[in-house]
């Protein structure tokens, strides 16, 4: 194998040594292309043995090249530790103050770990701190001794923490944000909203802490299964074929995960539209009339608009227009859509759609006894939020196509094929 390292001294003084090692045989790739795939393995070392002193030009070349937002696999690491020793520093002043985390009680549709009771919630709190720290600081070290459970370790943390610690409250609050806008430049009446955001806001601020802190892990764990793997640390692949992540395998299985992830919005936005119209489809005459006079259609009208124009966005993840801003967006017109603008957008709204689900689900029960005493039907009311799992996990799923199927070839070790 071919090496090119420098390595400065520790005096300021001291002027670089260049060794070269050239190899007896090439491989099938070219020779550049394979000097691309070692640089690059040299840096994953550099970075995982936290040698301070050796510092590749290759590194400092692909940073500037890429860029913060792409060169994550990189950062994403020292930001989960970083991020894990916050939350022990958190965790260890509730358990000072004898507080609990915001939001982890028991309540009807709240965080599932608060669900669990007490002790489970603080046993999550304190394996997201210090022990989820150690075990990054061993991920970034390289050990590859425990790989399996470093990686299904990682995947639970960030499972635990978008999924677990998050609730519908989340998405709600985000979601009414454009209608509070517009009733603000109305003088229409928000004091409903600023009521909720006042009793949830350290629940809300707590919540979108763990949404971070879970994609930070899940980065972080990515990161660690490319390096142990000695792949490409920027995009992940190795020497062979891609295939399911080709861009042709990954438009057609992209494609039918948005067409199912469609279904749930309209169907969502077919109940809420009719209530407007005036058809109280799963519900009596009179309470639909109170529905009427308290505008509470009205608001569903706008969650149900807010659906409908998320299904039309998902069409970008498998149209034309998903890639190149269309005509009528003057000043972006016919430019590249940023790929981290789609996937990380889908990513956190996929996410708030499965929690929102989880937590309408969990409280199926309660649901039921009171839309029955009021004589709703549950599956008409609340039926289509039943299926926002689905909705979520098919926006997800549909988002890593779009991924695959835009990124192209590798800039740093030119694998891949042109998308």
Known sequence: MKKIQVTYAANAGSTAEVAQVIPEELGKNS???????????????????????????????VSARVGWVRNWPRWAPYAAVAWSLIYAAMG???????????????????????QFGPIVAWIIVIIEGIPAAVMGIFMLRGVRNLRPLFITAGVLLAVILLLLMTDLNLLVMIAYIPLVIFKLFTGADVSLYVQQLTQYGWSIAHQLLCLVGGFLWLAATVSYARRSADACLNCGRQDG????????????????????????????AATRYAWVLGIPWGMTEEHWRQGQQSGNWISGLFLATVGLVGAVLMLGLVQRWGERFPRWMIGLSGRCVPIAL??????????????????????????AIAAAAIGEDIWIVAGPTFFFPVWGASLAVATLGYYYRRRGPCGVCGRGAAS
Do not use: C, H
Not at 243 to 263: H, N
Not at 344 to 357: C, E, K, N, R
């Open 342 to 367: 789609a996937v990380v957008t889908a990513s956190i709204v996929s996410v708030l759609l499965v929690v929102t689900g989880i937590s309408i689900l969990s409280a199926y029960n309660q649901m």
């Open 31 to 61: 020779a550049r292309k394979e000097e691309n795939m070692i640089q690059e393995k040299d840096i994953s070392k550099q970075i995982g043995a936290g040698e301070g002193r050796t510092i590749s030009m290759t590194a400092r070349a």
């Open 241 to 268: 074929p891609e295939g399911w992540t080709s861009p042709g395998k990954a438009a057609r299985w992209g494609r039918i995960a948005v067409f199912v992830a469609m279904v749930v919005p309209v169907f969502y």
């Open 92 to 114: 260890l002043y509730w358990a000072v103050s004898g507080r609990s985390a915001p939001g982890l009680v028991s309540s009807v549709g709240g965080p599932m770990a608060g």
